[in-house]
């Protein structure tokens, strides 16, 4: 057995493991970053790049499908296996590459493979041989698609977002369990590439976007395009030529279909429950008890603290990275933690329609004094994009006007969505945002349109 006495251990060397790293090294050089599996981030090795390369030229295909309405005819075909292979080049030597670079030159006493967990507090067992004496440790761990017993009997044909990205060809047909962003994203790339792709929720809710308009005009608008079971039960899997899906709907109906793969995107587990923390003395932790303090990102009373995709908090690439700042600092301070300061809230989701949610949700300022900026996405630029599917909402604070929050759905609203993140980290309101300039026709014009039109609501 070898013994390694360190100040500091990192389990995990993702975004927010990596983040901790760059910090902590700048202190010390006691310290060691312990990694289970591959090198390469979940966003650039199979979460967000490779998926905006597989969108990317979904988009280009739907192009293609829709360019005669601007009177331009085009025929073209897919080559699922092509499309699949520049999608693995620019993700393997672009933005896994580029990981790697930088793993590399860390100096080699500081990383250890292999999987970490808990034997004693302070001690971890880095596989079988290597035992860790940490006073500080850092859990990083990342996380893990979760699949559900009931797809067992098809276990051959299930695609996850850690798998889907390896497959050889598109396949013919795929059901995609989930209506959250993994799965609608890949969904409709799927769709565009001219697979026949049915979509299937559990309770009727679609995305992120938590106004009650919202979610029912992204449903309307998705369900033009896809195939949708948004509210039901799963029943059961079986395997004949294919994985049958026999799924109830809501109202009692029960639809029976087969299919090529089945594409499981309801989620993640946080790879903490293989750590053994009940070893470490903070108790046992299952899958979605939140044991440790979301502000400080520490457990209380142990020099032991959680960052990134591991917390389920905010599992995006800008917040795992800030988290693994946050935790370095409180770890090189402690016992002296303090909470974390977060950025502006901001998530988007790829779709077309884009989904974005900024600041503060609907659902967060509902019981609040709020005014409600509310406009279809149909200002002059989209409509010179035939692109006026969708809403956008704006929540101002009805007492000064300050932009608390908004949530969008729409073409290009990815940009619109951090001039909001802009505005609102600076704490502005509508009618300072309202003294930029904006050009004529841009898609800002519609953001000054639903800015005016929470104006004179208030």
């Known amino acids: 057995m070898k013994t390694i006495d360190v100040e500091y251990a990192i389990i995990g060397a993702g975004t927010a493991g990596l983040g901790a790293y760059s910090k902590i090294r700048r202190e010390t050089d006691s310290l060691v970053m312990i990694q289970d599996g591959p090198y390469g981030t979940t966003c650039a090795r199979v979460g967000c790049m490779p998926s905006k390369l597989l969108i990317t030229a979904a988009d280009y295909a739907h192009h293609i499908d829709t ?10 075909s897919v080559d699922g296996s092509k499309v699949l292979e520049r999608l693995r080049r620019e993700r393997d030597q672009r933005f896994v590459g580029r990981n790697l670079q930088y793993i590399e030159k860390i100096p080699a006493h500081h990383k250890i493979d292999g999987r970490a967990r808990f034997i004693a507090p302070g001690h971890l067992l880095v596989g079988e041989d290597v035992e860790v004496r940490a006073k500080k440790i850092i859990l990083a761990c990342g996380s893990r698609p979760e699949v559900s017993e009931v797809f067992e009997p098809v276990m051959s044909r299930v695609l996850t977002s850690d798998t889907i990205f390896e497959i050889t060809d598109l396949p013919r047909s795929v059901a995609v369990i989930g209506l959250g962003v993994i799965a609608l994203e890949l969904g409709q790339a799927l769709h565009r590439l001219g697979v026949d792709t049915t979509l299937y929720g559990r309770s009727g809710r679609i995305g992120g976007l938590t106004s009650p308009d919202l ?13 949708i079971y948004p509210s039901g039960t799963l029943e059961k899997t079986w395997e004949d030529d294919g994985a049958w899906i026999q799924y109830q ?41 939140v044991s440790f303090d979301p502000k400080t990102l520490s457990y209380p009373g142990h020099p032991i603290f959680i960052a990134g995709d591991a917390t389920d908090i905010l599992p995006v690439w800008h917040e795992a990275f800030d988290e693994g700042r946050i935790v370095a600092d409180n770890a090189l301070n402690y016992p002296n933690t303090v909470d974390a300061k977060r950025r502006t809230p901001l998530m988007i989701y790829f779709t077309d329609p884009q989904m974005a949610i900024v600041g503060k949700t609907y659902r967060e300022l509902q019981d609040q004094e709020i005014v409600i900026g509310d406009l279809p996405f149909d200002s002059p630029r989209h409509v010179v994009w035939n692109k006026v599917d969708g809403r956008i ?26 001039i909001l993140a802009l505005a609102i980290t600076h704490k502005m309101t509508a009618e300072q945002v309202l003294e930029m300039p904006i050009y004529h026709p841009s898609a800002e014009e519609l953001l000054r349109d639903v800015l005016e039109n929470a104006q004179r609501k208030r």
């Open 393 to 418: 909402q704006v929540y101002l604070e009805a007492s000064t006007g300050k932009i608390l929050g908004a949530e969008l759905l729409g073409y290009q609203a990815e940009h619109l969505a951090h």
């Open 249 to 289: 709907q809501s109202n009692g109906e029960t639809v029976t279909k087969v299919f090529d793969r089945v594409l499981v995107a309801t989620g993640r587990v946080s790879n903490v429950d293989r750590l053994n923390l009940k070893a470490a003395g903070v108790g046992s932790v299952e899958y979605g008890d």
């Open 67 to 76: 360019s005669e309405f601007f009177g331009v005819k085009s025929e073209g």
């Open 215 to 227: 979610q029912q005009e992204t449903l309307k608008i998705l369900s033009n395009q896809l195939e």
